[in-house]
């Protein structure tokens, strides 16, 4: 089984300030790994996917991610943040074979003018 | 842009009530999904659907629970008691069977369950 560990729930910053959303696995095979965004009233929209090859994974909207497969981390971040990026930010694993995802619970980010 | 609907946006129903929610997934896509999302809880995974039959399941996917593919757009998930802690945002998600949608799950926007 899989599981996700978001450390922050809420994280507030000022704008054009540069951000890290932290996220942490434990798995007894290999995953892929995902970042999902949540603006209000919406679903949930892919940031960005690891599925091998590169640690460093670009996304949209200016957002990067590294796999680190020592630390079973996969941080999320972006060096300056707008407005618009308020929102909420789920992690999820699936295994390698199977489809299903497990997600974290979520970090709210919140930008500040 | 291609994207996964969901009906209603907002269902309210009484305990012991059947409910059916709805979605539309990307005309292409061939794997389907059903998650959910307790208030203040993680989106957890209910169900994955291929070719016509459930691939995956998780624990929350009791017999209280269905998927069917009524038509060659819709996928549904029937809840047919509901109880109180069936309240939650339903989240329907699809993906293709090759090439960059392969591992990427389209979620729709949700329908909000409410069980009184």
């Known amino acids: 089984a899989q599981s996700v560990t978001q450390l922050d729930s809420q994280v507030p910053v000022f704008e054009e300030a540069p951000v890290e959303l932290r996220c942490n696995y434990s798995s007894s095979v290999s995953v892929y790994l995902f970042w999902y965004v949540q603006y209000p009233n919406q679903g949930l929209q892919l940031l960005l996917k690891?599925?091998?090859?590169?640690?460093l994974v670009k996304g949209i909207n200016g957002f990067e991610a590294e796999f680190n497969k020592s630390q079973t981390s996969f941080h999320l971040r972006k060096p300056s943040v707008h407005i618009s990026d308020t929102a909420e930010y789920f992690c999820a694993v699936s295994p390698g074979s199977a489809r299903q995802l497990t997600f974290g619970s979520g970090t709210q980010l919140t930008v500040l003018p | 842009e291609p994207e996964v609907t969901q009906t209603p946006s907002h269902q309210v129903t009484q305990m012991g009530q059947e409910v059916i929610l709805r979605c539309v997934p990307i005309?292409?896509?061939?794997?389907f999904y059903w998650y959910r999302q307790i208030l203040g809880q993680k989106v957890e995974f209910l169900v994955s659907?291929?070719?016509?039959?459930?691939?995956?399941k998780s624990e929350i996917f009791d017999d209280q629970f269905s998927v069917e593919r009524p038509d060659g757009s819709n996928f549904t998930l029937k809840i047919r008691s509901t109880k109180l802690e069936d309240s939650a945002m339903y989240f329907c998600?699809?993906?293709?069977?090759?090439?960059?949608?392969?591992?990427?799950?389209?979620f729709g926007p949700g329908t909000r369950l409410t069980v009184l």
């Open positions: 659907f291929y070719n016509n039959e459930i691939s995956e």
């Open positions: 005309s292409n896509h061939l794997y």
């Open positions: 690891y599925l091998s090859g590169s640690t």
């Open positions: 998600a699809s993906s293709g069977l090759s090439g960059s949608s392969y591992n990427e799950q389209f």
